[in-house]
């Protein structure tokens, strides 16, 4: 099964314990790693891997390299993982046992280090979910480690201005095509990123409207929900940073969605 790999100045925080999860886990035949133009020493690290592919993408956003990751794809089933992602033991099998011949893609629960991980956390607890992983049921699909049949991309053409949200319109496309985008608890990976939630807010919230995938309802149903949860994040793990985060990101996606 090929792979499709975005880097860009990808060796922190764990670009080599990724790719060393990909071939343990993944019957890989080949690694297409999309590079934005790296300077650090990913390319020359990946160059060294059995099966890599380097395609360049300088210049490009995600929504380009997504793309072009998958134009090169020649396998029936293909991956997306993240450069900051580490595989779950038996990742593969476990997604591949959730395809069925309806299922177009399934999209696998990331947890989340440093602030993210407080925040996972603090709603498990506040939705009484039993594990943190269920937190997937409430979310979009995400392609930082998916399984994709690509039979069900076929004909994609994702917008060059998603810079953020490209994987969301990936799965609305697979839904388009007839078949289920899954996002599921299990298996799990696990995403290195120690810092806060890295998209745009505002420019997602312009996206949100000009893809026409929420509404004016919605978007400030959701800000007035983070206020409740961002309190209840700071108190329940005593960070007062991802709190404030979970509120901050919600009332710009409003105001990006507004404008």
Request: glycine letters at 8%.
């Amino acid at each position: 099964m090929d792979v499709v790999l975005l880097t860009m100045n990808s060796m922190k925080p764990s670009l080599p314990e990724t790719v060393a999860s990909i071939y343990a886990n993944v019957p890989v035949n080949r690694l297409l790693v999309v590079d934005g133009g790296s300077k650090d020493g990913t390319v020359e690290f990946l160059s060294t891997q059995k099966g890599a592919v380097l395609i360049d993408d300088s210049g490009g956003t995600r929504a380009t390299a997504r793309q072009k990751g998958v134009e090169a794809v020649k396998t029936e089933y293909f991956a997306f993982v993240d450069s900051d992602v580490i595989l779950q033991h038996g990742w593969y099998d476990a997604a591949m046992g959730q395809v069925t011949p309806q299922v177009g893609g399934v999209s696998t629960f990331p947890y989340q280090m440093g602030d993210e991980r407080d925040t996972q956390l603090a709603m498990a607890k506040l939705y009484r979910l039993q594990r943190v992983s269920d937190l997937a049921l409430r979310k979009r699909f995400d392609t930082a480690a998916a399984l994709i049949r690509t039979e069900s991309v076929r004909g994609l053409a994702i917008p060059r201005e998603l810079r953020a949200g490209e994987d969301e319109y990936i799965g609305r496309f697979i839904e388009a095509r007839g078949f289920r985008a899954l996002v599921v608890p299990r298996p799990v990976v696990y995403h290195q990123r120690t810092e806060p939630q890295t998209d745009n807010p505002v420019t997602r919230g312009r996206l949100l409207r000009r893809q026409g995938w929420r509404s004016t309802r919605y978007m400030a149903r959701q800000f007035l929900l983070s206020i409740p949860e961002g309190i209840f994040i700071w108190f329940y793990t005593g960070n007062g940073r991802a709190g404030k985060q979970r509120v901050r990101y919600s009332a710009l996606a409003l105001v990006g969605y507004l404008s």
